[in-house]
């Protein structure tokens, strides 16, 4: 089956930049998607189709795809991004893989 | 703008059958070219994929779970329903329903506000 692996936490000051990787192998031959989700909330999909980003999604969210790792970026980091962040692929084996979905903290 | 809205018991007994609905609201259910699926998180863990559902009643089901799965859809009410078998305490979570644009965009988007359901006697 196939596994996405992305770093249990990542933490940043306000109006830093944030990378939160995602690893896969060949991650880069697939289409990734990331969800943010605030404390008690649903999923909210930020980045498809690796750096597309749906209507609504500030252009401060950014996506990038190559080799084994795929990195969902933040700039200029605000208090309201904190939150857990997913990344997710369709694997023709596997169907629908999460990563375990990484914790951002804004200092 | 389409809106989705889980509804269903929020306590389960061990060993009983889990029931959830999804009602899709804005828009048709049957409409574009969209699966529609079940999503589920433990308290403080990951998402899991549960399946999903074409209108035409196609389904394809999380291996781990496809055995205690049944999704199916009512076209007519602009619904569709999730059915998990055997429950133990390890299917207690939240679960959400969402659109699924599988296989060309095979991304979920939106998704409604999620439901907690707990297995316990």
């Known amino acids: 089956s196939y596994v996405l692996t992305q770093p249990p936490s990542v933490s940043v000051a306000p109006g830093k930049t944030a990378r939160i990787t995602c690893g896969g192998n060949?991650?880069?031959?697939?289409?990734v998607h990331w969800y943010q989700q605030k404390p008690g909330q649903a999923p909210v999909l930020v980045i498809y189709?690796?750096?597309d980003r749906p209507s609504g999604i500030p252009e401060r969210f950014s996506g990038s795809n190559s080799g084994n790792t795929a990195t969902l970026t933040i700039s200029r980091v605000e208090a309201g991004d904190e939150a857990d962040y997913y990344c997710?692929?369709?694997?023709?084996?596997?169907?629908?893989?999460f990563g375990g979905g990484t914790k951002l903290t804004v200092l | 703008q389409v809106q989705l809205q889980e509804s269903g018991p929020g306590l389960v007994k061990p060993s009983q059958t889990l029931s959830l609905t999804c009602t899709v609201s804005?828009?048709?259910?049957?409409?574009?070219?969209?699966?529609w699926s079940w999503i589920r998180q433990p308290a403080g863990k990951g998402l899991e994929w549960i399946g999903r559902?074409?209108?035409?009643?196609?389904?394809n089901y999380n291996p781990s779970l496809k055995s205690r799965v049944t999704i199916s859809v009512d076209t007519s009410k602009n619904q569709f329903s999730l059915k998990l078998s055997s429950v133990t305490a390890a299917d207690t979570a939240v679960y959400y329903c969402?659109?699924?644009?599988?296989?060309?965009?095979?991304?979920?988007?939106?998704w409604g506000q999620g439901t907690l359901v707990t297995v316990s006697s």
């Open positions: 969402a659109r699924d644009g599988f296989p060309a965009e095979n991304w979920f988007d939106p």
């Open positions: 804005g828009g048709s259910i049957s409409s574009g070219s969209y699966y």
């Open positions: 559902i074409y209108t035409s009643g196609s389904t």
């Open positions: 060949n991650i880069g031959s697939k289409s």
């Open positions: 189709y690796d750096s």
């Open positions: 997710q692929v369709w694997d023709s084996s596997s169907d629908v893989v």
